[in-house]
């Protein structure tokens, strides 16, 4: 089964297309209310973004210890290390996404994998002691006037 998480702008179009192919396994979840949970269901996590900052949801989904397949944009170009976390494609390359869910669906192993791999990832990256080492380089460089910005 097919599921999607969140609202937007082209709910009706979509819900209106699952309805006139006749797609039974694609359901539309709306908004999400407890996304631990639903994340716990899943066993790969889409993100075909156009436009991202950091990107939260994702992040949340490789902790949830899901593969991730995603667009190279914002930072998941940068927390995603394509084919072993999970894969990157390109803005608008719809083949490319469909050929990574078909691998990923394909080769379960693989997923899982890549899955344990993605939630390592994510707790490198955002660990609270990331986080606080973080934090002391921005302040030392405040401090040493390495930094152009001040604080007040």
Do not use: W
């Amino acid at each position: 089964e097919f599921v999607v998480g969140g609202v937007g702008p082209e709910q009706a179009n979509l819900e209106a297309l699952i309805e006139k192919l006749g797609v039974g396994n694609f359901r539309l979840m709306g908004y999400v209310e407890n996304p631990e949970g639903f994340l716990k269901e899943l066993h790969i996590y889409i993100q075909p973004s156009h436009h991202e900052g950091l990107c939260i949801a994702t992040h949340e989904a490789m902790q949830a210890a899901l593969p991730v397949i995603a667009t190279r944009v914002g930072q998941l170009r940068h927390s995603i290390i394509d084919g072993q976390t999970g894969f990157l494609c390109d803005v608008g390359d719809v083949d490319a996404l469909a050929d990574a869910v078909v691998a990923l669906v394909q080769d379960p192993a693989r997923a899982c994998t890549m899955g344990l791999a993605a939630y390592e990832r994510v707790l490198s990256l955002f660990s609270p002691a990331e986080f606080q080492q973080s934090g002391d380089r921005l302040l030392n460089a405040l401090e040493s006037g390495l930094c152009p910005v001040q604080p007040a």
